[in-house]
């Protein structure tokens, strides 16, 4: 079957390959964590390298500031707008949530011109403060999930937590049932020093890695790095030494 793939180092490895198409999957971390990052790669990759245009819609307030931050990443959206193979769409939750409905609306115009495949949504957070009703809140993030699925685009959906380490795991657990995929980012205090691990807590209908990776912000965005050796409870924000560490650095050696 056919893979959308991300082409962000060692990601599409842990993903069995990509992404289905016309699916939608959340990137969950706190703040700074690169969900923004993760994301834009992933629409300017299809755009640059994978022949496959793309469309960001984002609640942020600052156009300025968004371009700029891209281009710290050597990601020229301007100059892949006018080549018709990126849209970027700042709106509201408010406006985003009626446009969807329209057939005619900005983001389906948007996707027809550019033949888009891919979207970031950064970031569905922002619908919470669109509704506080749990149930409502539900039925619009699926009824707008479901749209952008219809328009033929393959989706990631940032998604904000706090607090920047540990917490309630099932903090964000209302948009977990409407995603088809799960990334989750993650601060780890690790010898004084913070390092940050990914995890794909799920993928439908595909096999996945299961262990956590190291992964890196650099200057052309993300790349993920080799599994967590030796560490346990890394989700929780406070790796410790597994079992078997901690006992050759207590006693010299590996246990009988
Ligand atoms: N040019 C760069 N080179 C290396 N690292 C960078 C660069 N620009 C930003 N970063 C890192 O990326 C992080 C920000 O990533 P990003 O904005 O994608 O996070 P986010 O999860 O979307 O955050 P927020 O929740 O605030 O929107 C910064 O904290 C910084 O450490
Ligand atoms: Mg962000």
């Known amino acids: 079957m056919e893979r959308i793939a991300t082409g962000i180092p060692g990601l599409d490895e842990m993903l ?28 300017v990759n299809g755009a640059t390298r994978f022949d496959e245009p793309g469309i960001v819609l984002t609640f942020e307030e ?47 115009q948007a996707v027809q011109a550019t033949g888009a495949r891919r979207i970031l949504v950064d970031s569905l957070s922002h619908f919470t403060l669109v509704e506080r009703d749990p149930i409502a809140l539900r ?23 706090s607090p920047l380490l540990g917490g309630d795991p099932n903090a964000g657990e209302f ?3 409407l995603a088809d995929g799960y990334i989750a980012l993650r601060y780890v205090e690790l010898d004084s020093v913070m390092q940050k691990a990914i995890l794909v807590l799920k993928l439908r209908g595909s096999s996945h890695a299961r262990d956590i990776r190291q992964y890196q912000i ?39």
């Open 16 to 43: 069995g390959g990509g992404l289905f198409p016309e699916t939608a999957v959340l990137v969950e971390g706190a703040a700074g964590t690169g969900k923004t990052t993760l994301g834009l790669q992933f629409v």
């Open 62 to 108: 600052f156009p300025r500031q968004f371009y700029h931050d891209a281009a710290a990443f050597g990601w020229d959206l301007r100059q892949l707008e006018q080549e018709n193979r990126l849209r970027v769409i700042m709106s509201s939750p408010e406006v985003a949530l009626t446009d969807i409905k329209n057939p005619d609306g900005l983001l389906a």
């Open 139 to 161: 039925q619009l993030a699926f009824t707008f999930v479901n749209a952008l699925k219809r328009l033929g685009l393959t989706a990631l959906l940032t998604w904000e937590r």
């Open 218 to 256: 650099m200057g052309d965005g993300l790349h993920i790095e080799a599994k967590f050796e030796g560490q346990q409870r890394i989700m929780s924000g406070y790796a410790t030494p597994s079992m078997a560490d901690a006992f050759v650095a207590a006693f010299g050696r590996a246990r009988d």
């Open 175 to 177: 948009v977990t049932f």
